[in-house]
């Protein structure tokens, strides 16, 4: 197997160490950016990568290489083919594949059957309130995004930090935060070993709506009451949901109680990792497509030189 082919499929196993450098040092709105594009170009790819190992292998079958006029024999040796690896990573790209159809199917399922279930009540102001005693609340991007909030969770806050969680729900809403979401949840269904990364973008999605809570609020001390509270009577919402109680709260409650400080070197040095790993990723899975491409258009033409050849014979 061509060596630029492993490099898609290894590059995810730093998500972790990655995620440990990004967070802390990177303002949220950035980091959310940063964390989720680098989780699809990883994901993207890694399944690049197994795709064209699949196809180097498929193109030894006779059939194939009748249709892509080319001769089998020629490409025996090649070193980007190799049969028992095709055969492994188009066993591996069947697993990852179905997950993240299952995955897109449970978005589907969910999405539906929230939307009707939030459209048997009456909003006041986007805001659906939930009759029960189980405090909970969250956002939803389903007929142009609604807030669902339960009365229990309603009587376990305050006036001061009822706003304060309203206005972190809605920041999820008008920032578009649901796209980043599904974004990252399919790129962990796509390659497992980004769940790491795609945990930090979640963490940063969480923490950039704190920020705009609190600069709309004007109060950084009832935001991060709010969402202490929230999480201490409820729970996260369950499934594809973003929720003010989602996420490390301790971390996002000492990160509200400490003023913002700008670390501009450590911040650039953080976003240059994330770009960098990312970019040595795409840019390995791109040379070694270009590499097989070299490989087919050499035995097209050895194939066409020996047809050549037999029927000047």
Request: proline share 7%.
């Amino acid at each position: 197997m061509d060596p630029d082919v492993w490099v898609p499929l290894v590059l995810p196993l730093a998500a972790w160490p990655l995620a440990r450098v990004v967070a802390p040092r990177v303002p949220p709105r950035a980091a959310s950016w940063l964390l989720t594009t680098g989780c699809l170009v990883l994901a993207v790819a890694g399944t690049a990568a197994l795709m064209l190992q699949v196809f180097a292998g498929l193109i030894l079958v006779p059939a194939v290489a009748r249709a892509g006029h080319w001769s089998p024999e020629a490409l025996h040796g090649v070193e980007s083919v190799n049969v028992p690896a095709s055969i492994g990573c188009g066993l591996l790209l069947a697993v990852l594949g179905g997950a993240f159809a299952r995955t897109t199917v449970r978005y589907a399922r969910w999405n539906r059957e929230l939307t009707r279930e939030l459209d048997g009540h009456r909003p006041a102001s986007g805001v659906v309130i939930l009759h029960g005693k189980e405090p909970v609340a969250f956002s939803a991007p389903g007929r142009g995004g609604r807030i669902a909030i339960s009365s229990g969770m309603l009587d376990a806050l305050g006036p001061a930090e009822r706003d304060a969680l309203l206005a972190h729900e809605r920041a999820h809403l008008r920032l578009g935060h649901h796209r980043f979401l599904i974004a990252v949840t399919l790129a962990a269904a796509l390659n497992p070993l980004l769940r790491p990364l795609c945990s930090a973008a979640r963490f940063a999605l969480e923490r950039w709506a704190d920020e705009a809570a609190a600069q709309q609020i004007g109060d950084r001390t009832v935001v991060a009451t709010a969402v202490a509270k929230a999480a201490l009577a409820g729970r996260a919402e369950p499934g594809f949901a973003l929720a003010a109680t989602g996420g490390p709260v301790p971390r996002r409650v000492s990160a509200l109680l400490t003023a913002p400080t700008r670390r501009l070197p450590a911040a650039l040095l953080s976003a240059t990792l994330v770009l960098g790993v990312t970019g040595w990723s795409a840019q390995t899975a791109l040379d070694a497509a270009t590499d097989l491409h070299q490989h087919l258009e050499t035995a097209q033409d050895l194939t066409m030189q020996v047809r050549s050849t037999a029927s000047d014979e």
